[in-house]
C-alpha cells in the first residue's frame, strides 16, 4: 500500500468520525476490524490491500492529530478561505484540507509540498474542478500565510521547541 493510499483512508475515516460525530478511536477500531475491511474490498481497489504496521501507524496518527486539533486546523481554513464558512465548504474538501494541515503542523515525516500536492490530487477524485481550485487556493494561501510559502518551510512544532 502506497502512502497516497493511506492518506486517502485517513482521509474517509476522518470524514467518517466528523459526519457521525464518533469518537476517533471507535471509527479506527470498527473500520480496520479484519471483517469489516475484507467486505470493503468490493468495494474498490483503495481497500484491496490491509495496511500494514508502517501504513496504520501513519494513518492513526494522521486520523488522531487531526481530530485533536481540529478546532486549531478549522481556524487556519476559515482564515485562508476568504468569505467562507466550515459549514459552507463540502464535508469532502474540508476532510482534505484537515489532513494536509495536519500533516504540515504535525507530522514532520511529511514534506509539506507533499501533504499540498496529495490532499490537491485526492480532491480531484472526489470534487468538481471549482472545489479542487479552492482547496488548492486555501492550501496555498496558508503556506503563504503562515510559512511565507518556503518549500521546506520549518513546522511549527518544530519551531516551538
Known sequence: MKRTT????????????????????????QFFSFEH???LEEEGELYSEYPDEQQMD???????????????????????????????????????MRCAICEI???????NSAAINE???????????ETVSFVN???GGFMRGEFGDQPGAVKTQEAET
Open 137 to 139: 487556493g486555501v492550501l
Open 6 to 29: 493511506a492518506r486517502e483512508l485517513a482521509i474517509q475515516l476522518g470524514f467518517a468520525a466528523a459526519a457521525n460525530n464518533m469518537a476517533i478511536s471507535d471509527v479506527l477500531d
Open 58 to 96: 501513519y494513518i492513526r496518527r494522521l486520523v488522531t492529530l487531526t481530530a485533536e486539533n481540529r478546532s486549531e486546523i478549522d481556524g487556519f481554513i476559515e482564515r485562508y478561505a476568504k468569505g467562507w464558512k466550515i459549514g459552507r465548504i463540502s464535508r469532502t474538501a474540508l476532510a482534505v
Open 105 to 111: 503542523l504535525y507530522m514532520d515525516d511529511v514534506p
Open 37 to 39: 475491511y475484507e467486505s
Open 119 to 129: 490532499a490537491v490530487e485526492l480532491c480531484k477524485s472526489y470534487d468538481e474542478p
